[in-house]
């Protein structure tokens, strides 16, 4: 039989699944990103003038498979930073930093990126695949991302299983109002997700991403909301204040206002 300690154990776990079960229920039934095997990732963080911060997270073999690099994907093989800052280095394209870990028993690496203009960025061998357009389209700015083919290098047997993914992240700067990544794939308010699986970048299967914003950016906008706070909350105790001086001045103009007698003279004669 169960003991007490380890059945309350078990109705908390129980308890637990039930509640990330609710709440994939409650995002529209989208798996959660930590459930999903990615294999390579690109993360753009834009700005309306168009220079970019970009990280790059992916294994050694997917750079090979689909970017068509070579470097030695053997387990024992040592890590080496600066070959693979020298692989993004480019024209418009400063390497911040470098880093890397083992998952599923694959070397990975970690790739922060300065981008000056987003537009430049397919002149980088790295995003050669890609196809970028940033510009006014109206009233609005558009963002617009075509992935072509890929290397499809072979690297053998490195372990993947046909679940992985590769997945592209645009983080935009300002209020979306259209977007073809798909119900469920807008984040947290301006963060917009694509995924394809490793099989069909690897085939070249299009991808396109496309967003329209607003001009004016997110910061510029919470900016404006602080001041605006700010500016009320002061007018607020300014009203207070000023509401405090007048009874004070009311009460000493008409003491019968504040419910006091006035003070009669003292007869000498009493």
Request: hydrophobic share 45%.
């Amino acid at each position: 039989m169960l003991n007490a300690g380890t059945l309350r154990r078990f109705v908390a776990i129980r308890g637990l699944f039930a509640v990330l079960a609710l709440a994939v229920v409650a995002s529209g039934c989208r798996t959660p990103e930590f459930f999903k095997q990615y294999e390579y990732e690109e993360d753009i963080y834009l700005s309306l003038d168009g220079s970019a911060t970009i990280y790059v997270n992916a294994s050694l073999a997917s750079l090979v498979a689909l970017r068509g690099v070579s470097l030695d994907l053997s387990p024992a093989a040592r890590f080496d930073r600066n070959q693979i800052a020298a692989l993004y280095e480019s024209p418009g394209v400063r390497v911040v930093r470098v880093s890397s870990s083992r998952q599923h028993g694959r070397r990975f690496v970690y790739v922060r990126l300065e981008v000056s203009d987003i537009r430049k960025l397919p002149s980088d061998p790295m995003f050669s695949w890609a196809t970028i357009r940033f510009d006014r389209m109206g009233s609005l700015y558009r963002f617009r991302e075509d992935l072509g083919k890929s290397a499809d290098k072979p690297v053998g047997d490195v372990g993947w299983t046909g679940r992985e993914l590769v997945g592209f992240r645009l983080h935009l700067p300002s209020k979306i109002v259209y977007h073809n990544a798909g119900q469920g794939n807008l984040l947290r308010g301006n963060i917009l997700v694509w995924d394809q699986s490793l099989a069909d970048r690897l085939e070249g299967v299009p991808l396109e991403m496309e967003a329209r914003m607003e001009p004016t950016s997110i910061l510029y906008y919470t900016l404006w909301l602080f001041i605006g706070s700010v500016a009320a909350a002061f007018a607020v105790l300014g009203g207070i204040i000023w509401w405090v001086v007048k009874r004070s001045r009311d009460r000493l103009a008409d003491p019968a206002a504040s419910g006091e007698s006035p003070r009669q003279g003292t007869n000498p004669g009493a």
